[in-house]
């Protein structure tokens, strides 16, 4: 076995010189590693979250991957922010089988009256605890407001390296994106932070981006792997191998040690067979139902996976 490994496994904390090494390094290797530290921290079990998309399409921004950009040509469905009583029945009936349930807007932000809703409705909320947000860049009293009405975990993703940021997105910055992430952090949110992969961007791109998220402490890290959507900018960029998404995930395990790390987006489309893999490669999560504008896998073919693994949902 390699010797980096070795140390790994002895409880090596790696620098980004030695992260970017073990891309070079064989996958069983990689995920002895990986396992060892995700057994550490999270034992046997097994996190599984699910989303609505709560308002689709037409965002002002301009990233390239992204369906809901009104500067991409897509066909997905296309509406404002849904009734609350129905996002209140749909994660309440979601959360009799997930431990998490994400509320997603498309747009920069939410305004002031979606956010009065929401809050309204998570006060009435039976397990508002259990409730993230992703609702974009958001001021300080929507943050209070959010905290005030129950909820404890806010979603933005960082989606790659500051270095390769500006090749997806012109329309904000990432100091933007770091900022509302610091500031839902200074509110006491849990932060669930992560990226995309395959979208052109370097092994040293991942790297970098995984380094950030450990400094900024984000506690649950989704993990999304390209899928090209025709009518967006990056629909003729082929998808990810599997062993080299496997690699990446390992990779964010070694570095990032303790945080959750949820396998979310592209997952079926992407690794198809190696599925059961994402844990052996350090991942203790992931996203079932589907995801924003495209399908994934049901509940119960996911619950019969981890089974199968002898891996244990948690409660
Ligand atoms: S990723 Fe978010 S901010 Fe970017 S275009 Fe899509 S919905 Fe808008």
Not at 16 to 40: G, P, W
Not at 50 to 55: D, E, L, T
Not at 167 to 194: M, P
Not at 305 to 315: G, N, P, Q, S, T
């Amino acid at each position: 076995m390699e010797s980096l490994i070795l140390e790994i496994v002895n409880g090596k904390q790696i620098n980004k010189n030695e992260a970017l090494k073990l891309f070079d390094l064989e996958i069983e290797d990689l995920c002895l590693a990986a396992s060892k530290i995700r057994k550490q921290y999270k034992g046997n079990k097994v996190k599984v979250c699910s989303i609505i998309n709560a308002k689709s399409g037409q965002c002002s921004e301009d990233c390239k991957f992204c369906a809901q950009s009104s500067f991409n040509k897509t066909d997905i469905k296309v509406y404002p922010l849904l009734d609350t009583k129905k996002i209140k029945d749909i994660s309440e009936k979601a959360l009799e089988n997930v431990g998490c349930f994400g509320i997603v807007s498309s747009g920069n932000s939410l305004n002031n009256n979606e956010i009065d809703k929401l809050c309204e409705m998570f006060k009435q909320h039976k397990k508002s605890s259990h409730l993230g947000v992703s609702i974009g860049r958001i001021s300080d009293e929507s943050f209070h407001k959010l905290r005030e009405a129950g909820i404890k975990k806010m979603h933005h993703n960082l989606e790659t390296s500051a270095n390769f940021y500006p090749n997806i997105c012109s329309t904000h910055s990432y100091q933007e994106r770091l900022d509302t992430l610091k500031r839902a952090k200074s509110f006491g949110f849990e932060l669930c932070s992560g990226g995309l992969f395959g979208i052109g961007e370097s092994l040293k791109d991942r790297v970098d981006l995984a380094f950030t998220l450990k400094e900024i402490g984000s506690d649950s890290v989704p993990m999304n792997f390209f899928m090209p959507i025709k009518g967006t900018a990056l629909e003729y960029l082929p998808t990810m191998r599997p062993i080299e998404i496997l690699k990446t995930l390992a990779t964010f395990r070694i570095i990032l040690q303790t945080p959750d790390i949820m396998v979310c987006g592209g997952r079926e489309i992407n690794l198809r067979d190696l599925q059961s893999w994402i844990f052996h490669a350090g991942a203790n999560g992931m996203m079932t139902g589907g995801y924003l504008t495209t399908n994934g896998r049901d509940i119960v073919t996911d619950k019969q996976m981890v089974k199968d693994l002898d891996l244990e949902l948690e409660a």
